[in-house]
């Protein structure tokens, strides 16, 4: 705290630290709470009057003030106010006006001690958490209690069935489930490698969704080439022994390039999901046929390309090269996060034009957004590993 200090330097940091939730975190361990306020601000008699009488004008403040005598040089022996001394919490909160923040703390601790006392340590450390729930907790613990009670119940968040409990309702507390169901859950009962909430507790999840395109008018499901399906259906899709009816598959990150990708001969086009494509790493059947990714000319498609290879070695890229690239130079954007990361899984070639473009050897932070490359040069490309049909 900087010295000297007035009443309202003192409110001012005690408030913001308390918003801050330092005093309520661990609130007994902290008291009683003496706060110094130094020495008076310079020599003079009217400005040290001044500043005591700050402090005895300040209601708030006078029942918590320690007084110390001094000899001063000029003014002889006086009493001036050396310390705030705030013995309790309370005595903290009713000065900040905080009681009943106080009170509400204090109540919900006592809830979670009678609920479940494995919660009452993250109570202590998370009372801000506890202000933000507020009315919710008693509905927040019961539907705790039934999580607790039904591990791994395979049920849609949706089907829990329990008085003014809804779907949003447990969505919006989520995190905070997360943190109590790590502490009272069995091991056995959390899958620990999973991010999402409802595969981490054994709930149903909303399905992760892979839409591709079929580019061969033979290969269409009663008139449908536009399909998105539930991403354990599309590992599915073909068997590991039935010959299959797909020879290539393109892999494109843009929806508007996939949409307008050229109709091609036993082919098909997969919308691209950036880094988000573990639900393929079980896909058989995609490591039997000619996968093609093209990805935009920065940083992060080289950064995926690799991701992707790292998990179908055989892949090769499209479009990501120095031809294409130098000829659109017209085109040319900037990527606004670029990556710097090493990279293990490129060839040759491609490695050489990522370092060029992380290392900024060409102009800074470029990037060829792959819907700017013109689509005869698109055209010619495909042409070269697959049969167009247009």
Same mark, same amino acid.
């Given at each position: 705290?900087?010295?000297?200090?007035?009443?309202?330097?003192? $409110?001012?940091?005690?408030?913001?630290?308390?918003?801050?939730?330092?005093? !309520?975190?661990?609130?007994?361990?902290?008291?009683?709470?003496?706060?110094?306020?130094?020495?008076?601000?310079?020599?003079?008699?009217?400005?040290?009057?001044?500043?005591?009488?700050?402090?005895?004008?300040?209601?708030?403040?006078?029942?918590?003030?320690?007084?110390?005598?001094?000899?001063?040089?000029?003014?002889?022996?006086?009493?001036?106010?050396?310390?705030?001394? &705030?013995?309790?919490?309370?005595?903290?909160? $009713?000065?900040? =006006?905080?009681?009943?923040?106080?009170?509400?703390?204090?109540?919900?601790?006592?809830?979670?001690?009678?609920?479940?006392?494995?919660?009452?340590?993250?109570?202590?450390?998370?009372?801000?958490?506890?202000? @933000?729930?507020?009315?919710?907790? #008693?509905?927040?613990?019961?539907? /705790?209690?039934?999580?607790?009670?039904?591990?791994?119940?395979?049920?849609? !968040?949706?089907?829990?069935?329990?008085? =003014?409990?809804?779907?949003? &309702?447990?969505?919006?507390?989520?995190?905070?489930?997360?943190?109590?169901?790590?502490?009272?859950?069995?091991?056995?009962?959390? +899958?620990?490698?999973?991010? $999402?909430?409802?595969? $981490?507790?054994?709930? *149903? =999840?909303?399905?992760? !969704?892979?839409?591709? @395109?079929?580019?061969?008018?033979?290969?269409?499901?009663?008139?449908?080439?536009?399909?998105?399906?539930?991403?354990?259906?599309?590992?599915?899709? &073909?068997?590991?022994?039935?010959?299959?009816?797909?020879?290539?598959?393109?892999?494109?990150?843009?929806?508007?390039?996939?949409?307008?990708?050229?109709?091609?001969?036993?082919?098909?086009?997969?919308?691209?999901?950036?880094?988000?494509?573990?639900?393929?790493?079980?896909?058989?059947?995609?490591?039997?046929? *000619?996968?093609?990714?093209?990805?935009?000319?920065?940083?992060?498609?080289?950064?995926?390309?690799?991701?992707?290879?790292?998990?179908?070695?055989?892949?090769?890229?499209?479009?990501?090269?120095?031809?294409?690239?130098?000829? /659109?130079?017209?085109?040319?954007?900037?990527?606004?996060?670029?990556?710097?990361?090493?990279?293990?899984?490129?060839?040759?070639?491609?490695?050489?034009?990522?370092? #060029?473009?992380?290392?900024?050897?060409?102009?800074? +932070?470029?990037?060829?957004?792959?819907? &700017?490359?013109?689509?005869?040069?698109?055209? @010619?490309?495909? =042409?070269?590993?697959?049969?167009?049909?247009?």
């Amino acid at each position: 705290m900087k010295q000297p200090s007035t009443p309202q330097d003192i $409110r001012k940091t005690l408030l913001s630290r308390w918003e801050k939730g330092t005093y !309520l975190k661990g609130k007994d361990e902290k008291f009683p709470l003496r706060i110094s306020l130094g020495r008076p601000p310079g020599d003079g008699f009217d400005a040290i009057r001044s500043w005591i009488t700050e402090f005895q004008s300040d209601e708030r403040i006078t029942p918590c003030l320690q007084w110390k005598e001094i000899q001063h040089r000029t003014f002889g022996r006086n009493s001036i106010p050396h310390a705030l001394l &705030f013995e309790t919490i309370d005595d903290l909160a $009713r000065y900040l =006006g905080k009681t009943r923040e106080l009170k509400t703390v204090t109540q919900a601790l006592a809830l979670l001690a009678k609920h479940e006392q494995q919660l009452v340590p993250w109570g202590t450390s998370h009372p801000l958490e506890l202000l @933000r729930i507020g009315d919710d907790l #008693e509905k927040l613990l019961t539907l /705790h209690r039934w999580m607790n009670r039904h591990p791994s119940s395979g049920l849609y !968040l949706r089907q829990i069935d329990l008085p =003014g409990i809804d779907t949003k &309702f447990t969505e919006r507390y989520t995190g905070v489930l997360s943190a109590w169901l790590d502490l009272t859950l069995e091991a056995d009962d959390l +899958n620990t490698s999973a991010t $999402r909430f409802a595969e $981490r507790y054994g709930f *149903k =999840g909303k399905p992760e !969704l892979i839409r591709f @395109r079929f580019l061969d008018p033979d290969l269409e499901w009663r008139g449908c080439s536009d399909i998105s399906i539930p991403a354990e259906q599309f590992v599915q899709l &073909f068997s590991e022994t039935e010959e299959l009816p797909v020879s290539h598959v393109f892999v494109v990150e843009n929806d508007i390039s996939a949409l307008s990708f050229p109709r091609a001969e036993k082919s098909m086009v997969l919308f691209g999901r950036g880094y988000s494509f573990d639900s393929l790493r079980d896909c058989l059947w995609l490591k039997r046929v *000619k996968l093609i990714y093209w990805g935009d000319l920065d940083t992060h498609g080289f950064r995926i390309l690799d991701q992707f290879r790292s998990i179908f070695p055989h892949t090769e890229s499209v479009l990501m090269d120095w031809k294409t690239l130098r000829d /659109h130079e017209s085109s040319w954007g900037e990527e606004p996060k670029p990556t710097q990361v090493d990279l293990h899984h490129l060839t040759k070639e491609e490695l050489d034009l990522y370092d #060029e473009l992380r290392f900024n050897r060409i102009r800074k +932070n470029l990037r060829l957004e792959q819907e &700017f490359i013109r689509y005869s040069h698109v055209y @010619r490309s495909i =042409g070269q590993i697959a049969f167009c049909l247009e």
